[in-house]
């Protein structure tokens, strides 16, 4: 059985998409056919594969899992992908949207740009206090579509992303679910450079769309920083954020970035099985 798909990229977060309309989709356990497809060097590798399927309220519905096979709420550049994705094979106009876990999320495509209005944000908790190891750390947490903690650092360049973000992760204080870890740096009232350390990937990520919405609205409400803010991510890319603030929390959050076509192919069961 041959199974179609593009591989496409969002400022680094690479995806697996595959069209799944007709429900002709038939791999057996999905979570290992998942893991397989996205494990690297063995087959075609990425952070995440999003599976798209008829909707009868929008344009479409997709499912998000996340490399080890769990299905996401939520994912910002896997988003912006779909978007375009489903504006390229002609499953919807250059405005459209989607259904996800995490609510109705609305799109635009304009060329490899796509601007994704988010859900609002909610379970917003400024100035916590956790132990890692034999340090206290002060972080903030809030749900951008899934879980996120930022932690303000001094130079993201020079900081253990990767231990200490898996040491957030699976910290008692965000079980069972547990969360994403992101760390930042203001370099100016409209511009973040963040690293983060993605739940379900178990590593750090070139970027993560929901990840840079969290450390810029966490940062707005502490008064650092002023929609739009510039997010700098490990990829190399900028992703733009939009919001408005209000008295509880925040409203019309958009991220907006590049979402790239890398190849478009044919998986071999071999691949897979």
């Not at 591989?7 to 429900?23: A, P, Y």
């Not at 916590?128 to 190891?133: A, L, M, S, V």
């Amino acid at each position: 059985m041959m199974i179609e798909f593009y591989k496409m990229n969002g400022s680094g977060n690479d995806f697996i998409l595959i069209d799944n309309r007709d429900g002709s989709l038939a791999v057996g356990d999905v979570v290992e056919f998942v893991k397989r497809v996205c494990e690297r060097k063995v087959s075609v590798g990425a952070d995440g594969l999003i599976v798209i399927e008829k909707s009868d309220k929008v344009d479409f519905r997709w499912r998000f899992f996340n490399a080890d096979g769990s299905e996401g709420e939520m994912c910002g550049n896997g988003g912006r992908c779909a978007a375009r994705f489903a504006f390229l094979n002609g499953i919807a106009g250059e405005k459209l949207s989607f259904e996800t876990v995490a609510g109705i999320i609305d799109a635009e495509v304009r060329g490899d740009v796509v601007k994704l209005r988010l859900t609002d944000p909610r379970n917003l908790v400024m100035d916590d206090e956790i132990r890692i190891g034999d340090q206290t750390l002060f972080v903030h947490s809030i749900n951008t579509g899934v879980p996120h903690v930022v932690h303000f650092v001094r130079d993201p360049d020079d900081f253990d992303v990767f231990n200490t973000g898996r040491a957030i992760r699976r910290h008692q204080h965000y079980q069972p679910a547990g969360t994403n870890a992101n760390f930042a740096t203001v370099l100016d009232m409209h511009t973040l450079r963040v690293r983060t350390y993605e739940r379900g990937v178990e590593d750090e990520t070139l970027a993560c769309g929901t990840g840079s919405v969290a450390a810029a609205l966490i940062a707005a409400r502490k008064r650092l920083v002023e929609s739009p803010v510039d997010v700098r991510v490990q990829g190399g890319e900028t992703l733009r954020i939009h919001f408005t603030p209000t008295e509880n929390g925040f409203e019309k959050v958009y991220l907006e970035g590049k979402a790239k076509v890398v190849y478009q192919g044919k998986l071999w069961d071999e691949a897979w099985k």
